[in-house]
């Protein structure tokens, strides 16, 4: 089943789309950090983050009139998925309590490398030495930004991180599987409805009294996120996958910019030397799966 409906391709809205996609990534990410400083639970975090992403979904349904992506020939398929989803969502989040915006970003990069191995050793695809050479690099551009057993950031926030990058890997090895039958607005829509529905029941038991400043803060990580989300789908209806994702690195520019102007922070010379040799590394593992015509539609964005 194709993702999409057959639309004109157009590079360079594929292009903007994935560009503005990263910024409101960037803007949730930085979100979720101000969020942990105010003291609101990662539930929180998670519910108001579909609670008010749900706007920009359903005005992009009402917009399309597509309502055929929430059938689907596997509804447990993507119950498991949703649950993979929510998970790698609180590590992520949880993350940003203990990282800056920029090295969390980096590390978040290596998910592309850990997809690699799965890949082979779950789905059986073939992966040569090109690839296994791309993932070897990237992955030492992961301890150049980590620097194991010399480094002032945070040992929680590292693991936090790592885990998390290799679970968005579990969860693009899991939409492949899904994706031989279902589309990606199926993906997207079954996931956005189970992650509220699932953080909906924990409310009762993690909700509190805000703020006007919380509150903002949690409205602009739901609209962020859900925006972000959209964004991400909606660029590969016009561009291909080879074409837009390398502007996904783009992320790394919005948490430097946002981490200088709200926490005065700067990436250390190792994190943009790692981040550098990470980039290339998933540069070229792109290049090898556009070459070999293995190229498929990355995950939605959590």
Known sequence: MNAFPSVPQNRLLGILLRLGAMACLGIMAAMIKLAHEAQIHIVEQI????????????????VTRNFRPWHTQRPLAHLARGALGITTMALGFGALAYLPLAEAAVIGFAAPFFSVVLSALILSEPVGRHRWSAVAIGFLGVLIVMQPGDTALPTMGLVLALLNAFSVAVVMVTIRQIGRTDSTPTSVLWFSGFSLIASGLLMPAFATRHDLAEWLILLVLGLAGGL???????????????????????????????????????????TWAGAAVIIASGLYTLYREHKLGREKPPPDTF
Request: aromatic fraction near 18%; proline fraction near 8%; hydrophobic fraction near 60%.
């Open 47 to 62: 519910f108001y983050r579909f609670a008010f992403g749900l706007p920009p979904l359903a005005i992009w349904i009402a």
């Open 228 to 270: 972000g989300q959209l964004l991400t789908t909606a660029s590969l209806r016009f561009a291909p996958v080879s074409a837009v994702v390398p502007f996904d690195y783009t992320q790394l520019l919005w948490a430097v910019l946002l981490g200088w102007v709200i926490w005065q922070t700067q990436p250390s010379a190792t």
